[in-house]
């Protein structure tokens, strides 16, 4: 490509709610155009970022055997009805009405498009297993579109969703998926991790994040260093500590914290570890009856230590507590006849559920709040001040340090953004809208559903969070808009530069390079600042000056000078610095 | 590609709502799947072909120095409030609210969207000129959704826009794009034309549709068989004709024609050619006053030959015609005292201004209605019976037989798919949105535009209008799913044909041929019908009765029996027999 045929568009400022450096960067890179919030046009050159990894997706996706199709963006009501999710999914789901006053949906998935044509196409189980996928437009009316491409609303996303007999070979085919995934983000050139998640309602580990690393990540990402453990905060779990409970040492205290009502505080006041408190987090759950109204509510009291983080996810799949809601303050006063921030489990006006977690459990000597404002009780103990809690478990997030449930080391913790998701579905598409094929023994059965997403237009937003600095972005080889950018000084005054730099560009050309020629005559500081912001990771200068001495300049992305190169060698040096 | 890692799924009957060829056989073939009224799921099979579309159209425009980028699908309303569309497009434009309640649409075209990028990229003449494309989902809530991806709601359209500094450089910019048209459909292998169509009120002849000849293609199209000549049914028009009229030698005679009120009849009745009765046509146009209330109206009567029909965007462009309706029937009653079925232009009881077309205006001894049920006038003649028309011009389509407008033959109508469309825009969205850029002499104009579109999703079912027998599709190489099948019969008993096919696979897949294999073991018949069905143009069969004699069976999907082709040949022979 020559710059003269294409569109060079770069900015000096970026616009002024760009909060994060993608965000900046593709905006003044001239790779994004904002149409409106959440909403962008993919430039030139930022579509040929997409395209790069469109087609690494794409070619993992067909070796690893799914087959592509493409479906439509417009989708009628009556499927997101059959599923219940027109109903159940929230403004997220943009829902329009066409001329007939019919109702239709922009996709922002297509589970039940592909369910429905699976039940189609799929009859007998000789047809399984099939895996089909598109690459298509998607839309997400998020609430609070922002960080450019990362959170929009219109995105393109990869949707593959599996299909067959079994649990098993269902199983099978998620992991040739994260197989594939695996390939798909090793040749991005990014560092990723893949990280186990939580699968909600379906259990079991069959759901992992790959999420690339970089500092300004929304989701904070657990590994172990010594070895291969690695989920995201909500799923991750510490070593379950092991017994014994110390013995009690200290006699139990009313002890007064005047306005401090925060553990933080109440460790500083008394000169002791945030470890040695624990906080009082007060949950409630209701009964409802058949028409929906409260019946009955249950009121629990779970303590953390101080410095521990309830994890929602993991407290809601306790016994009792899916669905728990905070306690109201009204609530809080009648069973502890004080308000919040000197709440405890000792001396309450009505009878709670006791939850503890493992931590907790084991602690002897701690210290809490007295149910009084203003005053802590320290020196508690198990058994002698309280009862045993009605339940004990793990209760929260796990913190940097805390031993790997693996028991091969410590835990460490980095920031991530989710790239790709693959998810063991079950059956919970098919039988809601009887997708079955015919088994061997000629029963119907419901399919054996994964689905496995990759955010196209995401993944060049996290590339550039992790890889770029303050002179512009840095691309991989694999998703840079052009690999190589020659860079000719003066090409319209000098016959040598203009001539050295065609037959370069030639030759590149014919060797399957992917090579701009940078052909617009500007200045020598303005063209190299357009390159380096755009990231394009190899250049050559060619001038005047070189050509004398019979060499060009080369210079990677990341160098921090220039390599003079033969310029008779230039091509043979540039294909060995390439990225195979 | 193997047909066990495909999907191939064909179907015996046609969906009950499939009035043509392309729409059953792409349903049949398992290429496109109906999720609702217009709204397809693109099958694997079905991508396959759009895919080649996409990438030919792609190598072309590329090719003719447009760059690509990728326009929003949800697009906000404001842009189109700019330029008025808005309000001023029907319900085609699907409209939608986001959850702040902002007004939205879905692209039906880009012309905001681009000009808005214009205005904002292109700055100086020095930038000029530009051609920005998209391949990009669209969507038009037809009111009558019908014949599959012929006239579909959802669709792909790959529509460019072309940026210049003057008309000048505009048309030169068109001719670019009208001729990359050619290559475009040149290299599809279909046959078409490349037809003037009118160009609105921009004038000038540079507006071409790009029409897929199909005896049941929608459109009439207008061609000199001995000349370059060609326009759309809209645009055509026949070499004028020459005086001197003829000279009276009927008297002019109340005839009775009881019951009888079309031309065809009366002509039939009295024993005459239909060429020499004529038809009146009452229409009106309305002078509104600044509130849009009617201020006055006038009625038009307009006279063509009985064999004519009118041809409404010629009359709509006449002197004080623009904007022209029917007349009612109290209008025709008030000024012809007579209900239509027997309106001529003598024994009015209020005047009209009357119109009469070039072929009228030149006949004399003719009939046409007598303002009195169950009568008409014969004999009459210009001058002596009623006075010269007001106005004389082409009203009428053109018909077989007209000669040619530039002198060269006789006119010929066949039918036509439009699939592509080229047009100059001039300044219509540039100045209501403001698109402007600096000319050398520093001074502000006006971006001169141009729109180019291909029906990317239609052209396959136009392919197939065109190229089909009663077994199924038959593909132009350059569109096949799969260029080449290879069907082994008994690959699943014989180790020898699995041998030989999957030997010439790897070499034919290794040559970069596009070829699958179908390892299905299914029947030779149903096999054989499969894949005439889907249309692959190249068949190889392997058989054990063949390898015996070291011969495969090849053929065409056109050719009426198989050729024998020796074993060791296959390939070579093979290549020999694809397009280039």
Known sequence: MKASRFL?????????????????????????????????????MG??????????????????????????????????????????????????????????????????????IARQEIR????????????QTKFRDERRPRFGLMRGREFIMKDAYSFDRSPEAAKASYQV???????????????????AADSGAIGGDLSEEFQVIAATGEDAIVYCPDSDYAANMEKAEALAPTGPRGAATQQMTKTPTPGKSTCEDVAALLGVPLSTTVKSLVLATDLLDDQGAIKATQVWLLLLRGDHDM????????????????????????HFGCKPGYLGPIHMKQPVKLVADREVALMAD??????????????????????????VADLRNVVAGDPSPDGKGVLAIERGIEVGH????????????????????????????????IGITRLPAAAIEQNHDERGIIWPDALAPFTVVLCPIGMDRSAEVKAA??????????????VLLDDRNERPGAMFADWELIGVPHRLVISDRGLKEGQFEYQHRRDTAATKVPAAEAAAFLKGRLAV
């Open 8 to 44: 060079v568009s770069t900015l000096k400022e970026a616009p002024a709610d760009a909060e994060v450096a993608s965000h900046r960067l593709m905006t003044r890179a001239g790779m994004i155009k904002k149409l409106g919030a959440g909403i962008y046009t993919y430039m030139p």
């Open 47 to 116: 579509l040929r970022v997409i395209r790069k990894v469109e087609a690494i997706v794409r070619e993992e996706m067909n070796r690893a055997g799914a087959v592509e199709m493409t479906m439509p963006v417009v989708q009628p009501a009556e499927l997101w009805q059959e599923t219940g999710r027109f109903d159940k999914m929230g403004p997220e789901l943009l829902r329009i009405k066409d001329r007939h006053d019919r109702d239709f949906v922009i996709q922002p998935t297509s589970e039940e498009v592909v369910t429905d």
């Open 124 to 135: 007998s189980y000789k047809q399984l297993p099939k895996n089909f996928y598109q690459i």
């Open 177 to 195: 998926m994260a197989q594939a995934y695996r390939r798909i983000f090793d040749r991005f050139g990014l560092r990723y991790r893949a990280v």
């Open 311 to 334: 994890n929602e996810v993991k407290v809601g799949k306790l016994p009792g507590l899916a669905g728990f809601r905070f306690a109201t303050v009204g609530e809080i006063e009648a």
């Open 366 to 391: 701690w210290i809490c709040g007295a149910n009084e404002p203003d005053f802590h009780i320290t020196g508690v103990n198990w058994g002698r001040d309280l009862p045993e809690p009605d339940l």
């Open 422 to 453: 693959v998810f063991y579905l079950g059956t919970k598409y098919s039988q809601a809208m009887n997708a079955t094929f015919l088994e061997e023994d000629g029963k119907p059965r419901p399919l054996e559903m994964g689905c496995y997403g």
């Open 501 to 514: 730099a065609d037959a370069l560009y030639d030759q590149l050309l014919a060797d399957g390079v992917d």
